[in-house]
């Protein structure tokens, strides 16, 4: 598979934004996606971006989208106790989607 | 809103059984996934399947095998379970459709020991 790589953890304080990073090798990628996932949970769809937009904003939410770099960012404006999960970025190339290891972010209230 | 339903969320067995474990969405999609997921690797692709009755195996297929009798069931078969394979095992479903981007669908997870 291809290689999408995160950090594994994060942690920031309520209130303060978070910046999740991932990177990816694939440049035929077509859409680009982060999920969400609660502990005991599956993965939550949070938003997606079109491989030739730079950038999406979706309520708290803004991705980043540096093709070239071939480098995605998620951030979350002001974020709560309730963000406290584990991020996945994941890419699709065709009909295959790769997933990165997942970012675990920890909201300290 | 899509509904993915995976059967368990919680299995114990023993080494060398057999298991089973069941998938059902309720959306028509015609592709299906299984993942297996464990800390600090991420999601790896066991088997999915494009549409009934076909399958390819993902980048992780040894000790597991698959069925797509029917389109909304997709059932992930460990022939003979080893301690190895003690994992969260997630299901996805999407819809292969033209144009517009279609992500997958995730159930909640089936967290399987093997004892």
């Known amino acids: 598979g291809e290689d999408v790589e995160q950090s594994l953890f994060l942690s920031v304080r309520e209130g303060d934004s978070s910046v999740i990073n991932c990177t990816y090798t694939?440049?035929?990628?077509?859409?680009l996606y982060w999920y969400k996932q609660e502990p005991g949970a599956g993965l939550q769809l949070l938003t997606y971006?079109?491989?030739?937009?730079d950038m999406k904003q979706d309520q708290r939410l803004t991705v980043l989208l540096n093709k070239k770099d071939k480098h995605l960012s998620l951030r979350i404006a002001d974020t709560q106790t309730g963000d406290s999960a584990i991020y996945f970025c994941?890419?699709?190339?065709?009909?295959?989607?790769?997933f990165g290891t997942g970012t675990s972010l920890t909201v300290i209230p | 809103d899509v509904k993915v339903t995976q059967s368990s969320r919680y299995l114990v067995k023993r080494t060398g059984e057999k298991v089973f474990l069941e998938c059902v969405q309720d959306m028509d999609h015609e592709n299906m996934f299984w993942y297996r997921q464990d800390p600090g690797l991420g999601l790896r692709l066991i088997y999915f399947?494009?549409?009934?009755?076909?399958?390819e195996k993902g980048d992780i297929p040894e000790g597991y095998s698959v069925s797509r009798e029917k389109k909304e069931r997709f059932s992930l078969i460990l022939e003979s379970a080893s301690t190895n394979q003690t994992s969260m095992y997630l299901c996805?479903?999407?819809?292969?459709?033209?144009?517009?981007?279609?992500?997958?669908?995730f159930g909640d997870g089936t967290r399987l020991s093997i004892l």
């Open positions: 399947s494009y549409d009934v009755k076909m399958k």
């Open positions: 971006i079109f491989s030739n937009m």
């Open positions: 694939d440049s035929s990628s077509t859409y």
């Open positions: 996805a479903s999407r819809y292969q459709g033209q144009g517009a981007d279609q992500p997958q669908h």
């Open positions: 994941a890419e699709r190339v065709g009909n295959q989607f790769y």
